[in-house]
């Protein structure tokens, strides 16, 4: 079955650091632009970061660039984000999510999604 799955959430102090995966089942993840994004009970989605297909392209949300990264290691099918100098806003469940074209900025573009992980600073 076609899916994403993230893993690599949890609690963490505030300035601590947390490595979340994504990984991908019954396709090639190096075709797809892979996307990650935040979205707490009632709120809106947001997006986090973006790598394209070929990793040549990303991008970051304002508040966290400096702070994330994110790679992919295709002979892995996994997709990474490391997220460093953690906040208490950064607490969230964050999603991956594969989209056919450039890092659109439509969420409807990404058109399968994993079923989060939970990212907890606190301390």
């Known amino acids: 079955q076609l899916q994403l799955v993230e893993s690599g959430g949890g609690l963490v102090q505030p300035g601590g650091s947390l490595r979340l995966s994504c990984a991908a089942s019954e396709f090639t993840l190096s075709n797809y632009a892979i996307g990650w994004f935040r979205q707490a009970p009632g709120k809106v989605v947001r997006g986090v970061a973006c790598?394209?297909?070929?990793?040549?392209?990303?991008n970051y949300a304002d508040s966290v660039k400096g702070r994330f990264t994110i790679s992919r290691d295709n002979t892995k099918n996994t997709v990474y984000l490391q997220m460093n100098s953690l906040k208490a806003e950064d607490t969230d469940n964050y999603y991956c999510?594969?989209?056919?074209?450039?890092?659109?900025?439509?969420?409807?573009?990404?058109?399968?999604w994993g079923q989060g992980t939970q990212v907890t600073v606190s301390s």
């Open positions: 999510a594969a989209a056919s074209s450039l890092c659109p900025r439509t969420l409807s573009y990404y058109a399968l």
């Open positions: 790598m394209s297909a070929s990793g040549g392209y990303t």
